[in-house]
């Protein structure tokens, strides 16, 4: 079976400024892909950044940077210089290697930027 | 436009009333899933069909149904809703090889 944490309910980050948010697997898959989402207020899902299990180098995109530390079982999102815009859910989610459909998702962190 | 659709958005009825969410892509993908997101919990996988006829069980597939007879639409049917699948629904669409799913605008179902 597998497992994703994100042991952050709620963030709080100044506006330009970079912050972290924290997510952790489980998984016996030797192979398998890392996600993050963005639920604005608005309620739609956006699909943000992946990172598959093998990829030797962390993933990015744009001011989204995935931090993928394989031995720890993490696979943190950095947003760096944080807009007004970003303030959402962020969700962290696993594919697993064997059941290529199957989506795994964390309870979610609420990231507020202040002004 | 390239889109994921659900209906209805809103949907209150009452508790053992069959009922039916459509999905539909327009982007001739393989992979179509169905979630519900209820606060403190994600999301969570209720079915998953990986093409044409060829479904499978999720993380919650209790009191669900799913049927894929067609690419483009992957209906969600709760034969007999309880008030516990109160929730948002969410269905997504990926094109095999690729890792980019496209969710639908969500459908908000109250269970009295």
């Known amino acids: 079976a597998q497992k994703i944490t994100q042991t952050q309910p709620g963030m709080f980050v100044q506006e330009k400024e970079a912050v972290t948010l924290d997510c952790t697997y489980d998984?016996?898959?030797?192979?398998?892909?890392l996600f993050w989402y963005k639920q604005p207020s608005s309620g739609e899902m956006i699909f943000l950044i992946y990172q598959g299990s093998y990829d030797q180098q962390n993933a990015t995109e744009g001011r989204y940077s995935l931090n993928f530390q394989k031995a720890r079982k993490s696979a943190n999102l950095v947003i760096s210089a944080s807009q007004l815009g970003d303030s959402a859910m962020y969700f962290c989610?696993?594919?697993?290697?064997?059941?290529?459909?199957?989506?795994?998702f964390g309870q979610g962190t609420i990231l507020t930027v202040h002004p | 436009e390239a889109q994921v659709t659900q209906n209805p958005r809103y949907l209150i009825t009452v508790t053992g009333k069959k009922l039916t969410v459509t999905c539909s892509q327009n982007m001739n993908h393989e992979y179509m899933s169905w979630y519900r997101q209820d606060p403190g919990l994600g999301l969570r996988q209720i079915y998953y069909s990986m093409n044409v006829e060829v479904t499978d069980k999720g993380d919650v597939p209790e009191g669900y149904k799913v049927s894929r007879k067609e690419k483009r639409n992957f209906p969600l049917i709760l034969e007999s809703p309880s008030p516990n699948q109160t929730s948002l629904y969410f269905c997504?669409?990926?094109?095999?090889?690729?890792?980019?799913?496209?969710f639908g605008p969500g459908t908000r179902l109250l269970v009295l």
């Open positions: 997504a669409s990926r094109l095999r090889g690729t890792e980019t799913q496209y």
């Open positions: 989610a696993m594919r697993g290697g064997t059941s290529y459909g199957k989506l795994t």
């Open positions: 998984t016996s898959d030797p192979s398998y892909g």
